[in-house]
């Protein structure tokens, strides 16, 4: 059942319409005490910001977790994007011309399909190894065969596309996918993507600076499309989170873990422990990157940062050169990295057991 909250019979009516192409039931009210007491029958809220009814929910929807839309008439917008900052909504539907993403939206409510796993790779301070990480355990697993996506995550960064060599593949990078409109198809989205080394890799390009962040409502909306239709179309998804709070934010909220890379020094131990505290409550293990501190080992170093230890990843020499004569394997066929991406990759499906912080 979706919720539509509004006091227009203009909008009752046009949602309702798309609710019934949908196959979905539609519960409107008109305020909040009439849909408090039936969150738990609800799979996603439509707000009406054209009627005063915004007002009442200018901090939220108190006991709500699920997706939130706001819906309204394109003579709306201004107030539509306004309300959807103030509630950081997941979307924004203008009607009638987004009404068919709005039924195909309402439609997969209706038949959820699980998707792949989504890991998170994050440094716990910078230059922690965390890009390298992300790489090798994408490839990995496009070795073994699962259908990989490897994600940018950081505008801020140098790029994936560059570390890899894969400036001139062609393929659609980040600007072009937030300038796009609608529901994306997960097939679709994976023949787009730009391919390197057996997986796709989704970039920022190395074509120059951008202006075009995950910051705002718009992209909010746009990052929860791209990321709905890699669950539908890949069966990993790798994230590279990079350091901008802003980036990390949008995106972990579609992570099913996070791995947190550490070198083995004392002073990286404590600036991790402020990121460690600013991540979501999420499965959060860490990798410990040598070469270790005197007197340090990687138990010590996972037991600062208070989170399992999912291993050790070791110094590896030329790494850079490798990644750019797209050598991946080279790297990924020493025995200790095989281990330590079998043991996350384990983790990641569900097969491998739960990390402690003595492993």
């Not at 890799?201 to 791209?226: H, I, N």
Request: glycine share 12%; hydrophobic share 45%.
């Amino acid at each position: 059942m979706v919720l539509l909250l509004s006091s227009s019979i203009e909008l009752q009516g046009e949602v309702g319409r798309v609710s019934a192409a949908a196959a979905v039931e539609l519960l409107v009210g008109t305020g909040l005490d009439q849909a408090s007491e039936r969150w738990e029958d609800v799979a996603a809220v439509l707000i009406d910001a054209g009627t005063s009814l915004g007002s009442e929910v200018q901090t939220g929807l108190a006991g709500w977790r699920g997706p939130t839309v706001m819906v309204g008439f394109s003579e709306d917008s201004p107030a539509l994007w306004l309300q959807a900052e103030r509630l950081s909504a997941d979307r924004v539907a203008i009607l009638p011309d987004s009404a068919s993403w709005l039924a195909d939206f309402l439609g997969r409510l209706r038949n959820p399909v699980l998707g792949a796993g989504v890991v998170g790779v994050i440094g716990g301070c910078g230059g922690a190894g965390a890009s390298t990480l992300a790489i090798l355990l994408a490839s990995e697993a496009a070795r073994q065969g699962t259908r990989t996506l490897l994600v940018d995550g950081d505008p801020w960064g140098g790029g994936l596309c560059t570390a890899l060599s894969a400036q001139e593949l062609p393929g659609l990078r980040w600007p072009d996918l937030l300038q796009a409109s609608g529901s994306i198809n997960p097939e679709q989205l994976a023949a787009s993507l730009p391919q390197v080394a057996g997986l796709s890799l989704l970039s920022w390009g190395g074509g120059g600076p951008t202006r075009l962040s995950f910051q705002g409502a718009a992209s909010a909306a746009l990052v929860g499309e791209v990321m709905r239709a890699a669950r539908g179309a890949y069966g990993l998804v790798v994230v590279d989170l990079g350091r901008s709070p802003t980036a990390c934010a949008a995106l972990t909220q579609y992570c099913n873990g996070l791995l947190v890379v550490l070198p083995g020094q004392v002073r990286a131990a404590q600036a991790a422990t402020q990121v460690v505290h600013a991540l979501p409550s999420l499965p959060i293990t860490v990798v410990v990157r040598g070469p270790l501190g005197e007197g340090l080992d990687a138990p010590m170093v996972a037991a600062a940062v208070e989170l399992p230890l999912a291993g050790t990843m070791p110094r590896l020499r030329k790494v850079a050169v490798a990644l750019e004569a797209q050598r991946v394997s080279e790297l990924i066929r020493r025995r200790q990295v095989q281990r330590l991406l079998g043991r996350i990759l384990g983790w990641m499906s569900g097969t491998g057991s739960e990390f402690t912080a003595q492993e």
